[in-house]
């Protein structure tokens, strides 16, 4: 199935819709870029990346300027018309070629086996169905490919979870473009069947006040060969 890339300037119905979301996380994100650390665990994230990789749920590119120069192509896909528009512009200033495509994680819009490594960053929080997502993340990976992960999810003592899951239920994922505090995202790649690699815990902003959405894990998986 060819990829139908935002820059033709046709763009489908959007699979997800959150102007206003999108427009306060791409100013947040900035500032989160330096004053919360994320751009240093942006490097860590993709450090040592090459061939070829798909990125889901790509938002405004933040992560473009940080793969390295072994990484062949980038398929990013991202449903949020607004966000895509500014990943669009991060591609261009890339150093390694990135393609930006509209789609949803539950429905790839890409071939099976046809990728040698997957990012999700910040982004299994926020998606309809996490085991379908990851179902078709498994799909398009070929066996042996490698999956990078920055998510964050539950964490804390019982006060914390307590306080995740009743956001959850009621204002956090209507505010926030449908992100969930309470998921955690290293039981779903294990119950999705990847191999889990080194992973580890950590909080952000690394210095300040710790809120519910402060709880990460930075890691690596991989779907299983044979599989």
């Known amino acids: 199935m060819p990829l139908r890339s935002a820059r033709s300037g046709k763009v489908p119905r959007d699979a997800v819709h959150h102007p206003l979301f999108a427009r306060c996380y791409a100013r947040v994100s900035f500032t989160a870029e330096t004053r919360m650390g994320v751009g240093r665990v942006r ?74 490594a997957a990012v999700v960053s910040l982004v299994l929080c926020s998606v309809r169905d996490v085991p379908r997502a990851l179902g078709e993340l498994r799909r398009v990976l070929r066996p042996g ?16 979870t307590f306080s995740q899951r009743a956001l959850d239920r009621t204002v956090w994922p209507v505010l926030s473009g449908g ?34 959405l402060s709880y990460c894990v930075l890691g690596t998986a991989w779907r299983p060969v044979g599989s």
């Not at 993709?46 to 062949?72: D, K, Q």
């Not at 490919?145 to 914390?160: K, L, P, Q």
């Open 43 to 116: 490097e860590r994230l993709l450090g040592g990346l090459s061939g070829r990789v798909i990125e889901i749920g790509a938002g405004n590119g933040l992560n473009f300027a940080h793969y390295p120069g072994t990484v062949s192509e980038v398929v990013a896909i991202e449903p949020e018309r607004r966000l895509r528009q500014l990943a669009v512009e991060a591609a261009l200033r890339a150093e390694v070629p990135v393609d930006v495509v509209p789609g949803a994680a539950e429905a790839l819009p890409v071939k099976s086996e046809g990728f040698d």
């Open 179 to 212: 992100c969930h505090l309470a998921r955690e995202p290293v039981g779903a790649l294990r119950d999705a069947g990847f191999e889990l690699g080194p992973y580890r815990r950590l909080l952000m902003p690394e210095q300040g006040p710790t809120l519910p």
């Open 145 to 160: 490919g490698e999956v990078r992960f920055f998510e964050h999810g539950r964490g804390g003592g019982r006060v914390m």
